[in-house]
């Protein structure tokens, strides 16, 4: 019932219409954050084209894997085209998962339904067709959206990931400290925190290192995927 529903809308939508656009977020959910009840968080790195530099953090992609840290990976389709070697190397790991976020990294408010459509669909082929992978998670850049947007994601039967918990991490203004201390004081069972893996973090890898190794032993969490976080189970009494 609610996919024929989809249906309708974005097929108004596509025609002009835009008389049931307000209703859409009712029955299409936009995931923030994972159970209250589950002891665990998703740690998620978003990888956003850049202009200068290598636009991978090698260091903290070492420290991840080589510690099997859990985390979700959200590429845009043009940092993809540069990074085919590094799209692979993740994909390879067990441990991590990947989403698309956007393929030029657009405004998507700012977009038609069929300009959406295409930026929200371009990287979910370049993953099919290059690296065999089917995406299922997706991250609207910026964190921006808007009803069709929303309506265009389940149309592609995708699931519709953003947080509920900002590090901040490429503000050049905030200090190891401060990233630490915004995330320590706000994070609990289910939280999703945005941080970023294209080097714009210049602190997130000692960031990930003392909350990985500190922060959430202590209050009880262990780092999760986005699709563990999801499905994931309270403790057994």
């Not at 084209?49 to 845009?76: C, E, N, W």
């Not at 609990?188 to 210049?202: E, L, T």
């Amino acid at each position: 019932m609610r996919r024929d529903w989809l249906n309708i809308v974005v097929g108004m939508l596509l025609t002009g219409s835009s008389s049931l656009v307000l209703s859409v977020d009712s029955v299409a959910q936009v995931i923030k954050s994972g159970p209250p009840s589950c002891p665990g968080i998703a740690l998620t790195f978003d990888l956003c084209p850049v202009l200068k530099g290598p636009g991978y953090d090698q260091p903290l992609m070492d420290y991840l894997i080589t510690h099997r840290i859990p985390a979700t990976f959200f590429m845009s389709g043009k940092w993809m085209a540069k990074h085919e070697a590094e799209v692979d190397h993740l994909l390879g790991m067990e441990f991590f998962e990947v989403g698309t976020h956007g393929d030029v990294h657009a405004h998507l408010p700012m977009h038609t339904t069929d300009e959406q459509r295409t930026e929200i669909l371009g990287p979910v082929k370049m993953l099919q067709k290059h690296h065999a992978y089917e995406a299922t998670l997706f991250r609207p850049p910026y964190g921006e959206y808007n009803d069709i947007t929303i309506a265009v994601v389940n149309m592609l039967g995708l699931r519709f990931i953003q947080w509920n918990i900002e590090s901040g991490d490429p503000d050049p203004t905030l200090s190891v400290e401060q990233i630490l201390t915004r995330v320590t004081q706000r994070v609990k069972p289910g939280s999703i925190v945005v941080f970023h893996a294209n080097g714009k973090g210049k602190h997130t890898k000692q960031v990930i290192e003392q909350l990985t190794t500190d922060v959430l032993p202590r209050k009880g969490l262990r780092p999760l995927t986005i699709s563990e976080l999801l499905n994931c189970m309270p403790p057994n009494p």
